[in-house]
């Protein structure tokens, strides 16, 4: 074989072997489909660069596409978030944040077509693919966002956008919790002077790095996890500096659909089989509640009496029959007292509660959230004794999602 026809060969065997790589992405959709995601985050935040707190949060996203029109997915879905602090004295229980509801489009590139009063997702139009097929290694850029809640912290109180351009490639096979898929870098840096807004404070410059790695799932024609580093840093409009540096992850949850009734059936007969007192069960729209009325603490404490334990002991088992569904712990008192101090002991004693279940193994602490409704959720009429016995009183949901 002469010189110039092994050339023209050896370029033939690589373009056949290049192309045997290369795989074209895109967004699959099917009306009807559900997805649970579990994010969680381990944040450092720092005022004028001296460590502020550190913080663990976790972010439980439920969504459906309802609708699906040229490829295009409708998509509904609810954002809950549970914080806890990190460090010496702090208590081991996720404690409830906020709850997001949202509605946008997503094309099979991946681009969002959202109502600019929606805060959530905070990243927006990442990934986007390219309409071709790529090879490792191979690079591409596209524009996204970030949208950020800054009412309560800054009186922000629209939807804060700030804009990016992302750099990916694709980086082949590679392993997650023990499963190939192929695997795809997201790099981005933010540097912005932005104008001002109406608020208390607003940020006028704003510098930032996110390093992500995604794993895509062919078959659902989704992300199936990804993994982050981050940094921000805002300069803000009265000279003081916020900084959070951290990492996060995200995996979809699989979970069976939850009979409700049936659930509550079941556990309604265990608990009427094991001789609890004071405890019902109803079906609620996150899923199934156990109900702990009149439950006993030390007075105008969180420190839960013997007997109550007791119970708990008893709850405990029950809750372990049903591994696979999170929890949500809420603690409501009575109408005595002020609103503020309703609302922290109904806090604190869910979150004795959840301590406590935690500790017979119930649930891991990622597995629990905790809220306190102080008196807004009164079961029975609190001009009674009867009925603010049933009020007192700390129910635990078994959710849906």
Known sequence: MNKKLFIVSLGLVLSITGNLWAEKFHF????????RFLSTVEEDVYINRTLSHQAEILNRIAVTITSVTDGVGRHEAVFQTSERSVGVGSGRT???SQEYNSVFDRDVSGRYTIAPNYYMPVVRNVPIFPDKDLQIGESWTAPGEEVHDFSISFG???????????????????????????AISISYRIFEEPKRVAGALWPTRIMGASDQILYWNRDLGQPVAYTEQFRI???LSNGTTVEYRGSGKAEIIEAKPMNREELARDIAQDISNRGLQDTSVRVVPEGVTISLENIQFEADSSILLPSEKVKLNQIAEILKRYPDRDILVGGHTALAGTAEGRQRLSQERAAAVAEYLISLGARPSTRIVVRGYGAEKPLADNST?????????????????
């Open 28 to 35: 699959s959709y099917t009306a009807g489909d559900k997805y």
């Open 156 to 182: 922000i109180k629209e939807p804060y956008r700030i804009p990016f351009t992302a750099t990916y490639t694709y980086l082949g096979p590679k392993q997650y919790q023990g499963v190939e898929y192929p």
């Open 233 to 235: 840093i805002l300069e």
């Open 385 to 401: 004794e009867a009925g603010r016995q049933k009020n007192r009183r700390v129910e635990i949901t078994i959710l849906e999602n």
């Open 94 to 96: 996720f404690q409830w």
